[in-house]
Antibody, heavy 119, light 110 residues
Framework: EVQVVESGGALVQPGGSLRLSCTTSGFTFDDYAMHWVRQAPGKGLEWLSLISWDGRSTFFADSIKGRFTISRDNTRNSLFLQMDSLTTGDTALYFC????????????WGRGTLVTVSS | QSALTQPAAVSGSLGQSITISCTGTSSDVGGYNYVSWYQQHPGKVPKLIIYDVNKRPSGVSHRFSGSKSGYTASLTISGLQSEDESDYYCSSFTSRTTYVFGSGTTVTVL
């Protein structure tokens, strides 16, 4: 059974940093590209970042470019999101999602981890 | 990257068919057959219901279908059922090798 579990969310002050983790199981992690998506309270989904299966290619939404970094450790079947220079606008539920193999779409999602940026 | 444009709300009666539109540009929806759709019930995780414009993942009801014409993709729900009441989001791959979601549509079953 495919499992995707995010962790690391917390209350952090504006200007602070946080590192999210996503631990996976039930599939061959290094076969798949992985993504981060977030959802602010009461708002829609916002795509954030993509990392290729081997970690060599990364892409970011304009809203987080230069502040967030995505990485993965295929030996630990894990995905990470390093978030720096956080603002109140980054308050959201952060989801880790698996990209479907050889096609578009995100077929498995975690339950999300909540990041609250507030003083 | 601006969100793809979806109607805020669509409603229909039990058994009816409804269609949700998702409008983008030549750099996303119009440029690639990489549109997907997600169903998200309140407080729940998004669920993939359509990928690559018109393909259904295993286990998704045949009542859900997708299509695309020009810069607009569409999700049709046939034989509307009470459990279809939910939020729906489209998503597209873009020319910058990024993805973008739609603004979201709330479906109400009358």
């Amino acid at each position: 059974e495919v499992q995707v579990v995010e962790s690391g969310g917390a209350l952090v002050q504006p200007g602070g940093s946080l590192r999210l983790s996503c631990t996976t199981s039930g599939f061959t992690f290094d076969d798949y590209a992985m993504h981060w998506v977030r959802q602010a309270p009461g708002k829609g989904l916002e795509w954030l970042s993509l990392i290729s299966w081997d970690g060599r290619s990364t892409f970011f939404a304009d809203s987080i470019k230069g502040r967030f970094t995505i990485s993965r450790d295929n030996t630990r079947n894990s995905l990470f999101l390093q978030m720096d220079s956080l603002t109140t606008g980054d308050t959201a539920l952060y989801f880790c999602a698996r990209e479907t193999l050889r096609s578009s779409g995100f077929d498995y999602w975690g339950r999300g981890t909540l990041v609250t940026v507030s003083s | 990257q601006s969100a793809l444009t979806q109607p805020a709300a669509v409603s229909g009666s039990l058994g009816q068919s409804i269609t949700i539109s998702c409008t983008g540009t030549s750099s996303d929806v119009g440029g690639y057959n990489y549109v997907s759709w997600y169903q998200q019930h309140p407080g729940k995780v998004p669920k993939l219901i359509i990928y690559d414009v018109n393909k259904r993942p295993s286990g998704v009801s045949h009542r859900f279908s997708g299509s695309k014409s020009g810069y607009t993709a569409s999700l049709t729900i046939s034989g509307l059922q009470s459990e279809d009441e939910s939020d729906y989001y489209c998503s597209s791959f873009t020319s910058r090798t990024t993805y973008v979601f739609g603004s979201g549509t709330t479906v109400t079953v009358l």
